[in-house]
């Protein structure tokens, strides 16, 4: 119990929404009850203010980390402390501008403190890590289902989820602790192997079938500035780049496309058995992708413990083409609302 009260503070982001909403909901009763007990003349306004102060830099902590994952620095939520501060000069000129037995009567009606608290943790909640969170995608590993500069609305995984073969995920490498996007190919217990690009899953290989070619201009992909790699040779810049593109289908029905662009090392690979509690993960951009396919110790990802994972990929709110999001003019008119498969 200790520990679910503490862990919200730590500020990596990466707490349960099962333990923030315990330490939200604890620090909210204890306010409410700090308010109850000074109007009935049996707390000090100095308990009232100071749960306020621990619950406010409660949901400060998960908005710093939602300001990073939008690529804010973390500067901004310093006016996250306006409402704050103002409650404390408040507090402070009620009580020199009276008796010290009438210091209290700011106190008694502090209702605007408990206000302020509530809207500002509507906003921290919309962003933070209790229901959603925003990505940008910066690489171009899981084309042609993500494109570089698609900002992405992702469902946080509770321990209680279950996760399905396709879903796209959210999740933190296992060493570095760097968050990639994936999708979810191999459950505990299975096995998984590529042959001559070819995916078998349980020793059955997988459907697929040609879609044709997928298509994208030689130009410098924002925001890192990396040229795609393509299937028909080294082509001059602002031509046409060629990907063969294949519709998969898992075990269990669903489908999603992957693109191939040569023969290479990660299209022949031995039998991966997937632990209990880990995941294997694979790019849709099959050439183009460190995944699970290439062991930890080889600079890869190997397999994904269940408590790294982050969340599901359901949405495509909007695609920019250009350095920022800010580039309206650069947005993709085709990638509005778009759900993820």
Not at 149 to 175: C, K, M, W, Y
Request: net charge positive; hydrophobic share 45%.
């Amino acid at each position: 119990m200790i520990r679910d009260l503490v862990n919200p503070f730590d500020w990596s982001g990466v707490v349960y929404r099962r333990t923030y909403w315990i330490a939200l909901c604890l620090y909210f009763s204890i306010a409410l009850g700090c308010l109850y007990l000074r109007s009935q003349g049996q707390a000090e306004a100095w308990a009232f203010v100071t749960t306020l102060a621990v619950l406010q830099l409660l949901i400060w902590s998960v908005l710093v980390r939602r300001l990073h994952d939008m690529g804010r620095s973390g500067t901004w939520s310093l006016l996250f402390l306006v409402p704050f501060v103002s409650a404390l000069a408040a507090l402070w000129l009620g009580s020199i501008r009276s008796k010290p037995h009438q210091a209290s009567r700011w106190i008694k009606k502090p209702i605007h403190l408990i206000g302020q608290s509530l809207l500002i943790a509507v906003i921290a909640l919309g962003l933070s890590r209790a229901f959603w969170a925003p990505y940008w995608i910066p690489f171009g590993s899981m084309k042609p289902t993500l494109l570089v500069g698609d900002f992405i609305i992702v469902s946080l995984i509770n321990e209680a989820d279950s996760l399905q073969r396709g879903d796209v995920v959210i999740f933190r490498h296992p060493t570095n602790n760097m968050e990639f996007i994936k999708r979810l190919i191999g459950l505990p217990g299975d096995t998984v192997q590529v042959q001559n690009g070819h995916l078998h899953i349980n020793g059955t290989a997988v459907g697929i079938e040609n879609a044709g070619e997928f298509e994208e201009p030689m130009i410098r992909q924002r925001p890192l500035s990396h040229f795609p790699r393509c299937a028909n040779g080294s082509v001059g810049r602002g031509a046409v780049c060629l990907k063969s593109q294949f519709i998969e289908t898992l075990p269990d029905g669903s489908q999603h496309r992957i693109l191939d662009i040569t023969n290479q090392r990660v299209d022949h690979t031995g039998l991966f058995r997937v632990p209990e509690n880990h995941y294997f993960v694979m790019g849709d951009n099959r050439d183009n992708s460190t995944d699970s396919r290439i062991p930890q110790p080889a600079g890869g990802i190997g397999f994904v413990p269940k408590a790294n994972l982050v969340g599901r990929v359901d949405l495509v709110l909007f695609s920019s083409a250009g350095s920022s999001l800010a580039q309206f003019w650069t947005w993709r008119k085709d990638r509005f609302f778009m759900w993820v498969d």
